[in-house]
């Protein structure tokens, strides 16, 4: 039997009211720190009225994330034109994430040849899985566009400021409830306009100053292209939200978070 305070930082939904042991967990804990309300509304599913559970959302360094940061790389380097209209999706390659139904959008706008596509990331962290039959599916499934979706795999982390300053608009689909993907904060920082979905905790990160933030059921894909193709026809109003990324982005710095986290700590 320890007396020490225990503190769980919740990045996923692994404790609320279905968890094994749920109730045991959360009563040993002393505090509950969740990175977004939607974390913390599945936690109190133990208990509606709780007092130790608190929202600390992710936070990155934003010196770092900016669209002022050097470059690195080119377009050119990745076969894209100036005058391309480039959507940038980074993040686990994976069915929940929505890049399936990413990719069948851009092929559904294949007769706008300056639309292309930047996929950033593997299936899970470095190139582990850099070849599994998901990703061969989605390299198939793209293939007819000849060079108009361009599969980068793993990219390290200190290189994805320079590759989301190549892009227009990102695109973070995801098709599960997200808990915060810190993907829509690394855009938003570089001051992109995002289209998103309304899951998990992605409404808690933009909004639809900057966002468009699609429901996922129904023809999803559908919604994808609409929404690329009101970005794609409208650049004032690319403009005006990317304006407004670069703003909202001012709340999930790291040395806010660090505060926040440490006020969540207090005695």
Not at 17 to 39: H, L, M, Q
Not at 56 to 64: E, R
């Amino acid at each position: 039997c320890t007396k020490a305070r225990i503190v769980l930082h919740q990045h996923n939904d692994f404790l609320n009211s279905d968890s094994p042991k749920g109730r045991a967990i959360y009563d040993v804990a002393w505090r509950i720190i969740t990175v977004s309300d939607y974390i913390g509304r599945r936690v109190k599913t133990l208990d509606a009225e709780s007092t130790k559970c608190f929202t600390v959302n992710n936070g990155i360094d934003q010196a770092a994330f900016s669209a002022t940061v050097a470059m690195g790389i080119s377009r050119d380097d990745l076969g894209l034109l100036p005058a391309d209209f480039v959507l940038v999706y980074s993040g686990r390659i994976n069915a929940e994430k929505g890049i399936k139904q990413l990719i069948e959008a851009v092929v559904r706008l294949k007769d706008y040849p300056d639309i292309k596509l930047l996929v950033l990331g593997s299936s899970f962290f470095g190139d582990a899985g850099a070849d599994n039959p998901f990703i061969s599916g989605l390299k198939q499934l793209a293939a007819p566009l000849a060079g108009r979706i361009v599969f980068t795999g793993f990219i390290p982390y200190s290189q994805m400021p320079g590759y989301l300053k190549l892009a227009d608009v990102a695109v973070i689909p995801s098709m599960w409830d997200d808990p915060f993907p810190t993907s829509v904060i690394e855009a938003m920082c570089m001051g992109l306009p995002v289209i998103a979905t309304q899951r998990g905790g992605i409404p808690e990160e933009a909004s639809p100053e900057n966002a468009i933030l699609l429901p996922t059921d129904g023809d999803f894909t559908g919604r994808l292209v609409d929404a690329i193709l009101s970005l794609h026809d409208d650049a004032e109003k690319r403009l005006a939200m990317g304006q407004q990324s670069a703003l909202l982005s001012a709340r999930f710095g790291k040395e806010r978070f660090a505060r926040d986290f440490f006020t969540a700590l207090e005695f």
